[in-house]
């Protein structure tokens, strides 16, 4: 069987940079990431539309 050198799927290269990443960083680094993701991103899908829903209540009873 023939050895491809130098191809790889997309896959295979997200799933070796996440494991190097975890070897690197730790569990620690993927936690603190996503608080700060979290933080940044700010209120997501449902918040957001739980929010915009609230406001149009709102207008209705003006």
């Known amino acids: 069987m023939e050895e491809k050198r130098g191809k790889m799927t997309v896959e295979e290269a997200g799933r070796r940079g996440g494991l190097k990443t975890a070897q ?3 569990e620690e680094f993927y936690s603190e990431i996503g608080r700060k993701g979290g933080r940044i ?22």
């Open 41 to 62: 991103g700010g209120p997501k899908g449902g918040q957001r539309v739980r929010r915009l829903v609230e406001q149009g209540k709102a207008r209705e009873e003006e």
């Open 24 to 26: 690197t960083h730790g």
